[in-house]
């Protein structure tokens, strides 16, 4: 759930039910629900994916094309509040105040299991779509579906499933599950390099001091500069796993492993050192 004001936001995308909600967050009281309306064709996305046993598939993973993970977030575009929710097979632009949706974008194949948090910056709306792999960037001006109409760019190689993406300037940073991190114009989504650090990722890339910092599954945290250039500039290992997403508080970084929690405090070098 997010809080904007007064309201709290609560979605829920499981295999029966599908919805988000507005409760006031002092009461609890539900100011709004809207119900996920998603055209769905399952049995078209598993024969397009090469899947031959459809019915064995569906059998095993039964509507598992209707799940979803995403935190939604509030955007302000031109004045007005957005609240963008990612959901399985879809991706959609509800006004916070009232629930009406204002916009969506249909994901193609693969596109339910989305982890991914949007963010907004230089007027665009960025995501990714789930299992599909796809990273979109998509102009928020729209109404209706504006699959065909507002998407900017969309970038399919070392597009994220899990990790967030990480905007910082003019700068797009992503790592997917393999490790590969990929740093692009966020404007355009034009690719400026490519590089590794290994190891399996679920955690969300973190920003601080400058550098980014990145937490693989292997108990590696792996430190690179956040510039125009890969540059890897420190790696740490630890005996443990991280999927959670690191924190930074003051110069503090916070981790949180499968079995630990871990406060890591920077000091200030005297110049004589």
């Not at 004001?5 to 009281?29: P, R, S």
């Not at 760019?153 to 599950?177: C, H, Q, Y």
């Not at 991190?181 to 399996?200: D, F, L, P, Q, Y």
């Not at 001091?209 to 510039?227: H, K, P």
Request: contains cysteine; aromatic residues 10%.
């Amino acid at each position: 759930p997010i809080i904007d004001e007064e309201t709290l936001f609560l979605t829920f995308d499981g295999v029966d039910v599908q919805f988000i909600a507005a409760l006031n967050k002092n009461t609890g009281d539900t100011l709004w629900l809207q119900h996920r309306k998603v055209e769905s064709n399952f049995d078209a996305v598993l024969r397009a994916k090469g899947v031959k046993d459809i019915e064995a598939t569906k059998k095993e993973k039964p509507n598992d094309n209707r799940k979803s993970y995403a935190t939604p977030t509030i955007i302000t575009y031109q004045g007005k509040k957005q609240l963008v929710s990612p959901a399985a097979e879809v991706t959609i632009s509800y006004n916070p105040k009232t629930g009406d949706e204002l916009w969506r974008v249909r994901h193609e194949g693969w596109g339910w299991n989305v982890a991914c948090r949007p963010i907004f910056a230089h007027n665009l709306v960025y995501f990714t779509t789930g299992v599909e792999k796809l990273l979109l960037a998509v102009d928020p001006s729209g109404t209706g579906d504006v699959t065909d109409t507002h998407i900017v760019w969309r970038n399919r190689k070392g597009a994220p499933e899990i990790p967030s993406p990480l905007i910082i300037d003019d700068l797009m940073f992503t790592v997917n599950e393999g490790g590969v991190v990929s740093c692009v114009e966020a404007k355009t989504g034009e690719m400026i390099w490519r590089g590794r650090v290994g190891g399996n990722h679920w955690a969300s890339p973190l920003y601080a001091g400058g550098n980014i910092y990145f937490f693989s599954m292997e108990g590696r945290v792996s430190v690179i500069s956040a510039g125009r250039a890969f540059k890897l500039l420190a790696r740490n290992e630890f005996d443990e796993e991280f999927i959670a997403s690191g924190a930074v508080a003051g110069n503090v970084l916070i981790l949180r492993s499968r079995t630990h929690l871990y406060c890591i405090e920077g000091r200030k070098i005297n110049k004589q050192e």
